[in-house]
């Protein structure tokens, strides 16, 4: 697509080409859920960079919300043949209005902790009510596949290296934070729940830090904060210590982990998806993206109550995932720190 952003169509090349068993994806009918959202749009675009270099003759539905993020991330995209654009909420969309699709993605939730605070049932519903109409429309379609986007933070309060996904620690049903997380645990109970009971192909992925071009820089995440701070060119601001430890993963390797999942995943089964070999303290995360940019701001610490008034930490200290699971299959990360948030400072250069 030329109109694209060109760190962009770059990664997606990189897709098509690293990822191999697209014969999977021919001729299918692809409906992903919150096809606007970071992950969610480079799904749906590399589906369809991969339908033009390999004339796989899918075609891709995408359920959205929220329209300025449909034209800031898809717009090269909005007029291609093979994609068809719905609006509403996957908790009360009528489906009946779609033809049959034999592949569900669901990638639609409110992610960011600044919004947890504001709007909790807003983020508990996609993963609960809207899991299970996700789940009986797949059944429906006699979909062959259906991939939950769940997240790390289903592992609540436990803080480790090497966290397999049995590897399950405590969450407060009573704290708002936790409308994040009990709802992904619960969307993935579901998911369980009809693979069980109706042999339903339903696979979920726990997806650790992900990042890269298109991030929404004012939803409050570390990451996104750091990268705004940098292209602004000022200072970057920490609100702690940094001394917590996180793992990051760019987009290209998330986005191939997903394709490998929609064709290896197992049934009822959850998967980790992260990159343990980028692991970095939120301070040194900091200096690297300062030394990154090209004004190289200083980093200075912040009173976390001006600066983030409306955000909700998290009590966890380390979150480093084990990725044999899914490594299994085939999957592994390519992409370090500095070649990862260098390509995501690049592409704030272009617009879309």
């Known amino acids: 697509m030329s109109s694209e952003n060109p760190i962009i169509f770059a990664d997606l090349d990189q897709i098509v ?18 096809g606007a959202g970071l992950l ?6 590399a589906l369809l960079q991969a339908n033009d270099c390999l004339d796989l003759k899918l075609r891709v539905t995408c ?64 993963n609960s009510v809207g899991m299970v109409r996700l789940c009986e429309q797949a059944l429906s379609w006699q979909a062959k596949k259906l991939l939950f986007f769940s997240t790390s933070e289903v592992y609540g309060a436990n803080s480790k290296a090497d966290m397999g996904e049995l590897d399950l620690g405590s969450l407060d049903p009573m704290s708002v934070r936790s409308c994040y997380a009990e709802s992904k645990r619960i969307g993935e109970t579901i998911c369980k ?21 298109q991030m929404a820089l004012v939803d409050g995440r570390v990451f996104a904060d750091f990268v705004r701070d940098a292209l602004q060119g000022d200072t970057i601001s920490l609100a702690s210590a940094g001394t917590a430890m996180r793992c990051f993963c760019y987009l290209t390797d998330a986005t ?64 480093l995932p084990s990725i044999a699971k899914i490594g299994a299959l085939g999957w592994k990360p390519l992409i370090g720190l500095e070649e990862g948030f260098g390509r995501t400072l690049e592409s704030y250069r272009y617009l879309n």
């Open 193 to 213: 729940a009809y693979a069980h009971q109706y042999s339903l192909n339903a696979t979920c992925v726990r997806i650790f830090h992900t990042y890269g071009p």
């Open 63 to 126: 359920l959205l919300r929220n329209k300025p993020a449909l034209r800031s991330r898809l717009n090269p995209w909005l007029h291609h043949p093979s994609l068809n654009l719905v609006f509403g909420t996957v908790e009360a969309y009528d489906y009946t209005l779609l033809m049959p699709h034999s592949i569900v993605v669901h990638a639609a939730s409110q992610a960011s902790p600044s919004i947890y605070n504001k709007d909790p049932v807003g983020t508990i519903l996609p």
């Open 40 to 45: 969610g749009s480079y799904l749906v675009r």
């Open 256 to 319: 191939t982990g997903f394709l490998r999942l929609l064709v290896d995943g197992f049934p009822g089964e959850s998967y980790n998806l992260g990159n343990p070999d980028a692991e970095i303290t939120i301070l040194d995360l900091a200096h690297l993206i300062s030394g990154l940019s090209k004004a190289k701001p200083k980093v200075e610490f912040v009173d976390p109550g001006i600066a983030k008034p409306d955000y909700m930490a998290s009590p966890v200290s380390r979150s």
């Open 17 to 34: 080409s690293t990822f191999s068993p697209w014969d999977f994806f021919r001729t299918q009918s692809v409906f992903v859920t919150g």
